[in-house]
Nanobody
Framework: QVQLAESGGGLVQPGGSLRLSCVAS????????MGWYRQAPGKQRELVAD?????ITNYADSVKGRFTISRDKNTVYLQMNSLKPEDTAVYYC?????????WGQGTQVTVSS
């Protein structure tokens, strides 16, 4: 019922910035929270940030002060500043519903000089 499509990934130098976007379509009224997760090579997928329908945000300690999550109707954004090589990962958009979670296809973020 819910489809998520991420965009905005790419190659950036350390200290640079990127903005990821995730557009939700389908039964979007069923989404209570949306979030960004990432998975680095050899690592498990981890929460980066999420935001509730009421605008309450939550961040992983590793990105606090550098990343900002926001939501505008059917789109969620992740503004990433002061990027570090350890931020390199595939970033996934996630929609949380009462009956289950929906995932986007992922977008690659590579931070390298």
């Amino acid at each position: 019922q819910v489809q998520l499509a991420e965009s905005g990934g790419g190659l950036v130098q350390p200290g640079g910035s990127l903005r990821l976007s995730c557009v939700a379509s389908g039964s979007i009224l069923s989404i209570y929270t949306m979030g960004w997760y990432r998975q680095a090579p050899g690592k498990q997928r981890e929460l980066v940030a999420d935001i509730t329908r009421g605008g309450i945000t939550n961040y992983a300690d590793s990105v606090k002060g550098r990343f900002t999550i926001s939501r505008d109707k059917n789109t969620v954004y992740l503004q990433m500043n002061s990027l570090k090589p350890e931020d390199t990962a595939v970033y996934y958009c996630k929609g949380h519903t009462l009956t289950g979670d929906y995932w986007g296809q992922g977008t690659q973020v590579t931070v390298s000089s």
